[in-house]
């Protein structure tokens, strides 16, 4: 007879967190769209979640002029907004400055300006970078972001971040409906809940402006029900070991710690 010997759970350090939490769940929506305020803040107070906002620099108040996305033309949140939401809790990071995508040519633009861009619209520091697009922006992003003033860049990498993570690559996960094809799924409330939990990390989802009933686009956005869906499995299932954080608090603690 064969018996297994169980693999040991990893050490969690309960010194990672703050007041002896085990891991750590963030949320950010990418663009920040008006209609966060309608459907998505009422579960933030219910939950207890602090959101936040990945911000085009040049789209603060307006309705958004990206050609091409689905979200074109959807009212972007404006500064009175945005203080509203930061008064209880919420970030921002900057999102680029018009959405292209990113490249050594365009870098000093859509990166670097674009922190300044946004700071002054907002009155407010801006210290985290979100890549659009797609993962393809990271490279000519990254080589100039230190020097821009950002402490963190936030990719699209689906996986659970640790106090380890490099801060200039940290993964968000997916909070959508469903993958593109051909990797079909069903939505998963759970999605690396007890991974998080396991190693003491920290989630940060991702999605854009969940809706009721359906999703504006099932792989980029959850709808609302999925999303307190999402929210209630967090608190059930973390109860006190979960830190439920905004990503600026996050990273400030972890350059405190390091
Ligand atoms: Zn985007």
């Known amino acids: 007879m ?3 010997k169980p693999l040991r759970r990893p050490q969690v350090s309960q010194m990672n967190w703050p007041d002896g939490k085990r891991w750590v769940y963030s949320i ?3 663009e920040g769209c008006q209609e966060l305020l309608n459907h998505a803040l009422p579960l933030h107070r219910k939950y207890g979640v602090p959101g936040h906002v990945a911000l085009v620099a040049s789209q603060i108040g307006v309705p958004r002029n990206v050609p091409g996305s689905s979200y074109d ?33 365009n870098a000093e633009y859509e990166v670097v300006e674009a922190r300044k861009v946004l700071e002054e619209a907002l009155g407010r520091p801006v ?23 950002y402490k963190a860049i936030m990719t699209i990498t689906d996986m659970v971040n640790t106090p380890e993570t490099d801060l200039l690559a940290l993964g968000r996960v997916p909070l959508h409906t469903q993958y593109p094809p051909p ?38 956005d959850c709808t609302l029900a999925e999303l307190e869906e999402r929210f209630a499995t967090v608190c059930r299932v973390g109860g006190d070991e979960v830190w439920l954080a905004e990503p600026n608090d996050v990273v400030a603690h972890l350059l405190e710690n390091r």
């Open 127 to 149: 210290t985290m970078y979100c890549v659009p697009g797609s993962n393809e922006c990271y490279p000519a992003a990254l080589k100039v972001a230190e020097r821009a003033g």
């Open 2 to 4: 064969v018996s297994a």
């Open 73 to 105: 033309g959807w009212m972007i949140l404006s500064r009175e907004e945005i203080d509203m939401l930061c008064a209880e809790g919420w970030g921002v990071s900057c999102h680029s400055m018009t959405h292209a995508s990113t490249t050594d040519a």
């Open 183 to 220: 990797f079909y799924s069903a939505y998963d409330p759970y999605k690396r809940i007890h991974q998080a939990m396991d190693l003491g990390g920290w989630i940060i989802d991702y999605c854009h402006c969940p809706m009721p009933d359906k999703a504006v686009h099932p792989w980029k």
């Open 28 to 30: 950010t929506y990418d």
